[in-house]
């Protein structure tokens, strides 16, 4: 089965500093992976993906995460946070296997605070 | 603009008012979802239709019935719930799994925020 487990709940980082926020997945099949963002009173917005190509992928407003399946992680990083990232972060893994419909399984989700 | 449009944004109800919520994609996909996400627990996957056939329901309690009338059109029909309902619900759609369109992603709804009082 399927898991997906988020370190840390809350990140709090200072406007300009790096971010990182923790992934760690748990799959019996090559999977794809993903990082959604969710702000606040809306609904949730794919940043990027995995699905099996290049390790280190590159997502909108700057993100990227790198897979290692050696550590079954899935890190996302931005180089310098803006005050705009603050929001809720969800990682995912789908099995990459045949069937009628995307199954995601989330991880609890990281609230990341950006201040000043 | 996602693609997918809930009504919706904001329900109140009573425990003993029968009430729906809708979604509605125009991006052309063949899977529909519906997903709670209450405070502190992990996003719930509860329904999924796939060609406007109900191919999954993970134990959901039978006051919530969901309908898919055809593949641009999802329903959560809502009677006799309790204050624990409260909660986010998500609608999401997809292209069909084998569909060379198909990228592995869902695309979700803002969601409609509903309170059981």
């Known amino acids: 089965a399927q898991s997906v487990t988020q370190l840390g709940s809350h990140v709090s980082v200072s406007e300009g500093a790096l971010v990182l926020l923790r992934c760690n997945y748990s799959s019996s099949v090559p999977p794809y992976l993903f990082w959604y963002v969710q702000y606040p009173n809306q609904g949730l917005q794919l940043l990027l993906k995995?699905?099996?190509?290049?390790?280190l992928v590159k997502g909108i407003n700057g993100f990227e995460a790198e897979f290692k399946k050696s550590e079954t992680s899935f890190h996302l990083t931005k180089p310098s946070a803006h005050m705009s990232d603050a929001a809720e972060y969800f990682c995912a893994v789908s099995p990459f296997i045949s069937g009628g419909y995307n199954k995601l399984i989330f991880g609890a989700g990281t609230r990341l605070a950006v201040h000043p | 603009e996602t693609g997918v449009t809930q009504t919706p944004r904001h329900l109140v109800m009573g425990m003993t008012n029968k009430k729906s919520l809708k979604c509605e994609q125009h991006l052309g996909h063949n899977a529909m979802y519906w997903y709670k996400q209450s405070a502190k627990k992990p996003l719930e996957l509860m329904f999924v239709y796939s060609l406007e056939e109900r191919v999954e329901n993970n134990s959901v309690p039978s006051r919530f019935s969901p309908e898919c009338p055809n593949s641009s059109h999802l329903f959560l029909h809502l009677h006799t719930l309790q204050p624990e309902d409260s909660a986010l619900y998500l609608c999401?759609?997809?292209?069909?799994?084998?569909?060379?369109?198909?990228?592995?992603?869902?695309?979700f709804g803002e969601g409609s925020r509903l309170t059981v009082l």
């Open positions: 999401a759609s997809s292209p069909y799994k084998r569909e060379a369109a198909n990228t592995g992603e869902l695309f």
């Open positions: 995995y699905t099996s190509a290049a390790t």
